[in-house]
């Protein structure tokens, strides 16, 4: 859809180009209001986010979800606040706001970036904030996959905040043959693999928070293809504002372990994160929408 089409989108676009100069303190005065906004006025996807924790969480009380549903609003703007603010924050600050627990992981899988890697994460703490932290820390370049979003101007803005200091975002349609094609070339993807897959992919089954749930073989497909060591990256908050990202290694030679395999991996890796952190994690997400495979751990075709 063309901007002819979708007169807002432009407007959205340059709204969120002039946010994105303000400073980051009055971004979150922003951000306040809009928790009231979104979560009391609007109720943004409150069924299901309450569904999802409720799903997740059965032992939990009603007044513990509530509470960690409030906290997950909030940070949902604050985070929301911080992703605008990354259009135009410069290279220093991001050093200062994002740490690598143990960079030595990934140096050691990419040959000190010399070669790609594959690296797995998931929508919790700020996962845009994840990408530039990790590249500027470390030198080496990530490209994120992404998911067009259907506005128009959002999607083009968040690309261009993903496209700073040398990041190639790819459409997930096109993750494949990129991936493919820099195998021997120092540029490494980097997919959120937490979402629900459409009808057609293909998939395992897994529990996941307790729940029978569909996820996307296609990147543990593509490791094994490719040959690319496989991490996973935990993006943790620290406090409003701060980050510390840790590296997981998930498989050195993924084309010696099956995709049903390295999707429990991975799923093991997303739930301790969550599990760990709640409140992080993208709640609001329609997680549960597709059945998984009947039989568990089966690849569908």
């Known amino acids: 859809m063309t901007f002819r089409q979708q007169p807002h989108g432009l407007a959205l676009l340059y709204l969120l180009r002039a946010l994105g100069r303000l400073p980051l303190g009055f971004l979150y005065i922003l951000a306040g209001a809009g928790y009231h906004i979104t979560y009391h006025v609007a109720g943004y996807r409150r069924k299901t986010v309450r569904e999802n924790l409720a799903g997740a969480f059965p032992a939990r009380s009603g007044k513990e979800l509530t509470v960690l549903e ?18 135009y924050m410069s290279a220093r600050e991001f050093r200062r706001r994002v740490t690598l627990v143990n960079p030595q992981l990934l140096a050691t899988a990419s040959d000190d970036g010399s070669r790609p890697v594959m690296i797995l994460a998931i929508h919790q703490g700020n996962w845009e904030w994840l990408l530039h932290g990790v590249a500027l820390a470390t030198g080496c370049t990530l490209d994120p996959v992404y998911k067009p979003l259907h506005n128009r101007g959002a999607d083009l803005f968040v690309n261009e905040v993903r496209a700073r200091f040398g990041a190639r975002p790819m459409a997930r349609g096109s993750v494949a043959q990129a991936v493919l094609k820099n195998r021997d070339r120092a540029r490494s993807a980097v997919l959120l693999a937490d979402q629900s897959p459409v009808p057609g992919e293909r998939c395992c089954a897994a529990s996941f928070m307790g729940m029978p749930t569909a996820f996307h073989s296609g990147p543990a497909g593509l490791a094994r293809s490719s040959g690319l060591p496989l991490l996973f990256a935990r993006c ?61 751990n089966r690849v569908s075709r």
């Open 70 to 87: 409030k906290n997950f609003y909030r940070q949902l703007t604050e985070v929301a606040a911080e992703i605008v603010a990354a259009r």
């Open 236 to 296: 943790r908050r620290r406090r409003r504002g701060y980050y510390e990202v840790e590296f997981q290694l998930l498989a050195r030679e993924p084309a010696r372990e099956s995709e049903e395999t390295l999707v429990q991996r991975y799923v093991a890796a997303a739930e301790a994160a969550i599990i760990a952190e709640p409140q992080s994690w993208l709640w609001s997400n329609r997680r549960w929408k597709r059945a998984p495979p009947a039989q568990k």
